[in-house]
């Protein structure tokens, strides 16, 4: 519930700002609020993957994706994350999500999300995701051709190739 504002801002600024391409960076800036803290007065490890969130919301947004997803009944879905922590970010302090689609293969769209303060980088990750319908996971190429976008992804980075094909831990 903390993050209905984040949300209705990110929506509306989506709506009525500049559209962009599906492989453009897109950028959000936000501030931590006490809402955001744990108990080490930092902002909490549930947070970042939440502000993610909005990160990809804006995404399909202002590249034209929302009316296909709802039009569709797509939902959006995370199957895997890979999360590094560099810095805490501090009660009050300003920080920038920055997004972009690294790749895709036939089923998974790979996205990166740097968050950078005015010191470096305080996290990267990197997540795997789909666009999930009643028939089950929709291919990337028909989310692209529903944009108008050329199915082709651009190469795929070695070290998510390899985090792709590492099995999981039981």
């Given at each position: 519930m903390n993050l209905l504002f984040r949300l209705v801002a990110v929506v509306i600024a989506a709506l009525t700002g500049r559209?962009?391409?599906?492989?453009?960076?897109?950028?959000?800036?936000?501030?931590?609020?006490?809402?955001?803290?744990?108990?080490?007065m930092h902002m909490t490890n549930a947070r970042y993957f939440s502000v993610m969130d909005?990160?990809?919301v804006d995404m399909m947004l202002r590249c034209?994706?929302?009316?296909?997803?709802?039009?569709?009944r797509w939902q959006p879905v995370i199957g895997a994350a890979n999360v590094?922590?560099?810095?805490p970010l501090r009660p009050f302090q300003r920080f920038e999500l920055v997004s972009r689609v690294l790749c895709w293969d036939d089923k998974y769209f790979f996205i990166e999300?740097?968050?950078?303060?005015a010191t470096?980088?305080?996290?990267?990750?990197?997540v795997q995701g789909a666009f999930v319908a009643r028939g089950g996971v929709v291919p990337p190429a028909e989310v692209l051709a529903m944009m108008g976008e050329e199915a082709?992804?651009?190469?795929?980075?070695?070290?998510?190739?390899?985090?792709r094909e590492r099995p999981m831990a039981a």
């Amino acid at each position: 519930m903390n993050l209905l504002f984040r949300l209705v801002a990110v929506v509306i600024a989506a709506l009525t700002g500049r559209g962009s391409g599906f492989l453009e960076t897109a950028r959000l800036r936000f501030r931590v609020w006490p809402t955001d803290l744990d108990f080490n007065m930092h902002m909490t490890n549930a947070r970042y993957f939440s502000v993610m969130d909005l990160g990809r919301v804006d995404m399909m947004l202002r590249c034209g994706l929302g009316r296909a997803i709802l039009r569709q009944r797509w939902q959006p879905v995370i199957g895997a994350a890979n999360v590094r922590f560099r810095r805490p970010l501090r009660p009050f302090q300003r920080f920038e999500l920055v997004s972009r689609v690294l790749c895709w293969d036939d089923k998974y769209f790979f996205i990166e999300h740097r968050v950078e303060t005015a010191t470096g980088t305080a996290a990267l990750a990197v997540v795997q995701g789909a666009f999930v319908a009643r028939g089950g996971v929709v291919p990337p190429a028909e989310v692209l051709a529903m944009m108008g976008e050329e199915a082709v992804s651009p190469p795929m980075p070695d070290f998510v190739a390899a985090w792709r094909e590492r099995p999981m831990a039981a």
